[in-house]
């Protein structure tokens, strides 16, 4: 049975003092909650006042990117390091998100340097992929998630598949309210279990944790969390408060 997980993307929101009060207000409100793990994924500049908030819970430190610099230091003005997320009290990181892909030109291959660095620091990536409303309506949603697929996960072995995370994000439900139906998701998260399978055997494929992301709230969750692949959800804008993200995390109840 794999444990849902619920990650907020802050994204470049909250200052220090606000990303500290919604962390504490976020720890408060879910308590020692055990069914679903807790993943959230403030700014960089808050990410040392968030790890004090959240010491002693489980509710777990995500960075939003890293550098795939394997030394975990240089000469790479802006960019900031594994090492240096795990420092911060990082145990997670978003990899490959579709506005790093789209905003800030992250190809395939870059992706899966940064998959093998994060891998290689100890942190959890959630590697994320999805197609575009265009990709979708020429009927490509699939070739296109084989392709980030394949190339994203080059080279990552066996023994290293079974700590990533996979999170399906199509594209045109980021942000726009939009949400891909509980059956679009699934049929998505069930082609990508079906590439692990392939690439990497049955008892990985069905280890690995498949999130869903795109314009969920607590209102639609349950559904989207009622089918067999989704385990989980990548969330933006719900994240950004305490109540609405604990009502994510405490979906069933
Ligand atoms: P959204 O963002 O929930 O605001 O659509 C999701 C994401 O970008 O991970």
Request: a negative charge.
């Amino acid at each position: 049975m794999r444990k849902p997980i619920i990650a907020g993307n802050w994204k470049m929101h909250k200052l220090i003092g606000e990303s500290v009060a919604l962390a504490a207000a976020i720890r408060e409100a879910l308590g020692g909650i055990e069914e679903a793990m807790s993943v959230i994924a403030p700014p960089f500049t808050a990410l040392g006042g968030v790890a004090e908030v959240l010491k002693g819970s489980d509710i777990r430190l995500c960075g939003q990117n890293l550098h795939e610099a394997p030394g975990g230091q240089g000469a790479f003005t802006g960019e900031i390091s594994a090492s240096m997320l795990l420092d911060a009290g990082c145990s997670h990181v978003i990899i490959g998100h579709s506005e790093r892909r789209t905003l800030f030109s992250e190809s395939d291959s870059r992706i899966n340097a940064k998959m093998k660095t994060a891998l290689q620091y100890g942190l959890t990536p959630i590697f994320c992929l999805g197609e575009t409303l265009a990709q979708r309506e020429a009927n490509e949603t699939f070739p296109v998630i084989e392709n980030q697929l394949k190339e994203g996960l080059i080279n990552i072995a066996a023994n290293d598949i079974g700590r990533v995370v996979i999170a399906y994000e199509p594209v045109w439900a980021i942000g726009t309210g939009k949400t891909a139906s509980p059956a679009q998701a699934e049929e998505v998260h069930l082609f990508i279990r079906g590439f692990i399978e392939n690439q990497y055997g049955k008892e990985l494929a069905e280890k690995i944790p498949v999130l869903y992301g795109g314009s969920v709230n607590p209102g639609n969750i349950r559904e989207l969390m009622s089918r067999e692949n989704i385990d989980g959800a990548l969330v933006g804008g719900a994240s950004l408060d305490a109540e609405s993200f604990s009502r994510l995390v405490r979906y069933k109840f």
